[in-house]
């Protein structure tokens, strides 16, 4: 089974500030991945970014970068240069890459607010 | 670029009844997961299909039930319907198990 622990409910930062999301997650897979998702108001699940366990690269995507610590199964998400549209809630999650469709598994959620 | 649809975007029953919900998948996307996202909760997983097969379950109750269908649309179909059903109702998409993109949930309130 797979936990993953998101020990931050609330988070504030200003706008064009930069923010770090924590995240940690156990698993007894070798092979994973780990995704961040945003929820905003609408509800809806937005992907942010995704990391594949065996990359040893972090990810990026634009403002949105990673910091994978594989040994200490450590996830966090960093946000550069916040701005107003990045209030949301974000949830870290874990998959298994075990050949079937498995759910993810989700932490608590840190709520991001942007303080303009 | 197309997205996961899902119908209906909200849904009101009494307790008892039945409800079905529909997702219809990116196009050329063969696996579909469904979640249940309570109020201020992350969402659970529930079930998966991949090729119209059961691919995977999570904590779907009894009764609760799903298939995926030969167009890899899939409904969930909920019956005796309880107060704790209340919730948002994620399904996502995937091609074969690589990356989940969510619709934009139904939302059940059982009154």
């Known amino acids: 089974a797979q936990t993953v622990t998101q020990s931050q409910p609330e988070m504030s930062v200003q706008e064009a500030e930069t923010v770090t999301l924590s995240c940690t997650y156990d698993t007894s897979e070798s092979d994973y991945y780990l995704f961040w998702y945003k929820q905003p108001p609408s509800r809806q699940m937005i992907l942010v970014i995704r990391?594949?366990?065996?990359?040893?690269q972090n990810a990026t995507e634009n403002r949105f970068s990673v910091n994978f610590q594989k040994a200490a199964k450590s996830f966090s998400l960093k946000i550069s240069d916040s701005q107003l549209g990045d209030a949301a809630m974000y949830f870290c999650?874990?998959?298994?890459?075990?050949?079937?469709?498995?759910?993810?598994?989700f932490g608590k959620g840190t709520h991001l607010i942007i303080q303009p | 670029a197309a997205g996961v649809i899902q119908s209906p975007r909200h849904l009101i029953k009494e307790k008892r009844e039945t409800a079905t919900l529909k997702c219809y998948p990116i196009p050329r996307h063969d696996t579909v997961y469904w979640y249940q996202q309570g109020p201020g909760q992350d969402p659970q997983f529930l079930i998966s299909f991949y090729e119209k097969m059961q691919s995977d379950k999570g904590s779907i109750p009894d009764r609760f039930s799903a298939q995926q269908f030969s167009d890899y649309h899939s409904e969930l179909n909920m019956s005796s319907l309880e107060l704790g059903d209340s919730a948002l109702y994620f399904c996502a998409s995937s091609y074969f198990t690589d990356t989940q993109y969510f619709g934009p949930g139904t939302r059940l309130t059982v009154l």
């Open positions: 990391q594949e366990a065996y990359k040893q």
């Open positions: 999650a874990s998959l298994t890459s075990g050949g079937g469709a498995d759910g993810l598994t």
